[in-house]
């Protein structure tokens, strides 16, 4: 049985991450050649983005005043009939500032198209300066597993489709469509640090060394944060350690967390990962285990929460709150109508609550107000239907059936996930640049087991492959002098490796995307 489950392909979201600059234009040029000092520009592309939406497109052809040579033609299918008549880019140059004020300016290999503007505004008198977002940078700091990131390449990786490749609008669109698959495929936090590494200038904390910053690997992994006197400030993750650790060093520090770290780091570790996974896993880990003194705590705990929904005698579904075993999380005969894992029941509570004001939930039948025990056409209305945020199933204004549809809809995406499988895994994950970075975890039933450097370890934890016809790839060990050959792991369910697993095991793009292979397990 499989509750659920989602798309096999990661489901492209309707905005960019809230980690992306709030305004942003995303430009494109089309020129006469590639030197901006002596090339022009004839066409310009351009999407405005402000907090994640699309709010305006602008496309125009500009006179270069100058030969369109041929290849160019061809490159771009621009003919010079189509230049004639356009206007000149001091003709523009106004709207073109207007766009660009005050908003993040967005390039595909941006010095280029950066060097292009600021010459041609030099030309007509205009001083333009800039600290542009190239989104080929943004590619290697978020997709370091792959070596080539032209625009021709991300489109082929994504498959994204587009009709008039270096045509302005449409490279421009394609940047867009870009960061939202990035979007879906990184957590908002990912994006803002690799955005802020990109944008601004670090400045670094007075007690680290410059050389410190030359061993860090632009790959997946986990760092650390040392004081002088050897004592762990912060443990952090990224799928490229360089640029995250970086971040740290580029923001304002308005946080005062961010700066009582920068003004006590001396010291920086990092261990390498094959991929994004080994990183978020080991993260999670060494957290609870070393309980660094700036994270977040991340506490083993011995009891979650969770929604169960029943239907009353009136034909209303209500949702209570209820505490449930980590022994037996995940495993209820009746998980059709438990959903969500939580840990505490204020944080149910809080969640229950946005649920209401997004979904016009009833706050007496989700329990959050008290009501009278007697027939719903005898209750009174409860305060939000005088606001008109409920619809009035208090009182039997609204159907059940209407009601019980809006219920079902903002309970969806946290109706527990079944394991997928039937039995244990090893989910093998390797390093695209290195194959001999690889890695094994052994799970079962969103539980991880162990962490495993030679696959002949299996046995120790009692498991062999399934079916012994088929073979590991090559490459299926690393040096044993490079690390232990086997990590053991608390086996018992852990709600944050659970979250984890869940956003790679049942998100096959997310899989794809970091050469991650799933083996069946079987006890022996």
């Known amino acids: ?148 990131h032209g625009l021709d390449q991300i489109i082929q990786r994504f498959q994204l489709p587009i009709e008039n490749r270096h045509r302005a609008m449409d490279d421009a669109e394609m940047i867009q469509r870009f960061f939202l698959k990035s979007s879906a495929l990184f957590s908002e936090e990912e994006i803002s640090a690799t955005c802020a590494s990109l944008l601004k200038n670090p400045a670094l904390p007075p007690l680290l060394k410059a050389s410190a910053l030359k061993k860090l690997p632009a790959s997946a992994g986990v760092y650390y944060f040392y004081d002088a006197n050897g004592a762990l400030l912060y443990v952090g993750k990224s799928v490229n350690i360089r640029t995250r650790v970086m971040s740290h060093f580029s923001g304002d520090h308005s946080n005062p967390k961010d700066l009582q770290i920068n ?71 009746n998980a059709e109508e438990r959903f969500g894992l939580f840990r505490s029941p204020r944080q149910a509570s809080k969640q229950i609550e946005k649920l209401a004001d997004h979904y016009f939930l009833c706050h007496k039948l989700l329990g959050l107000e008290s009501a009278v025990a007697t027939t719903t056409a005898n209750q009174k209305p409860c305060f939000r239907a005088q606001l008109k945020k409920c619809f009035g199933a208090c009182h039997g204004a609204e159907s059940p059936e209407n009601y019980n549809e809006r219920v079902s809809a903002a309970l969806k995406t946290y109706q527990l996930k079944m394991w ?87 998100d096959a793009e997310k899989m794809k995307m970091n050469n991650l292979k799933i083996w069946p397990l079987t006890s022996c």
Not at 294 to 303: D, E, S, V
Not at 459 to 472: C, E, T, V
Not at 490 to 498: A, K, Q, S
């Open 1 to 148: 049985m499989q509750l659920n489950w989602l798309d096999e392909e990661t489901p492209t979201p309707a905005m960019l991450s809230p980690g992306f600059p709030e305004k942003m234009v995303l430009l494109d040029l089309e020129t006469t050649g590639g030197k901006a000092t002596h090339h022009r520009i004839i066409e310009i592309g351009l999407v405005v983005v402000e907090q994640g939406e699309v709010v305006e497109r602008w496309q125009s052809f500009i006179d270069p005043q100058t030969m369109l040579p041929p290849f160019i033609q061809k490159l771009t299918g621009i003919a010079p009939s189509m230049l004639r008549g356009a206007p000149l880019f001091s003709q523009v140059a106004d709207r073109l500032l207007a766009y660009l004020d005050g908003r993040t300016l967005v390039a595909h290999n941006a010095r280029f198209d950066y060097s292009f503007l600021k010459n041609e505004f030099e030309r007509i008198g205009v001083s333009y300066n800039a600290k542009p977002l190239c989104s080929v940078k943004f590619s290697r700091s978020l997709y370091p597993q792959f070596k080539r």
């Open 420 to 506: 997928p499988y039937p039995g244990p895994i090893l989910i093998e994950e390797r390093d695209m640049q290195d194959p001999e970075n690889v890695a094994f975890h052994v799970v079962h039933n969103w539980r991880y087991i162990a962490k495993l450097t030679l696959v002949e370890d299996l046995y120790d934890h009692g498991y062999q492959l399934a079916d012994s016809r088929h073979s590991m790839n090559q490459n299926s060990q690393v040096k044993e002098s490079e690390q232990p050959t086997s990590t053991p792991s608390d086996d018992r369910f852990d709600l944050d490796i659970y979250f984890i697993l869940v956003r790679f095991l049942v």
């Open 263 to 333: 003004n006590k780091l001396a010291h920086i570790e990092f261990d390498k990962t094959p991929t994004d996974l080994g990183a978020q896993i080991r993260e999670s880990n060494q957290i609870k285990a070393l309980h660094p003194l700036y994270n977040r705590r991340l506490r083993k705990t011995k009891k979650l929460y969770q929604y169960r929904c029943d239907e009353d005698s009136n034909g209303y579904q209500r949702i209570a709150i209820e505490a449930v075993e980590l022994d037996t999380a995940n495993e209820s005969d």
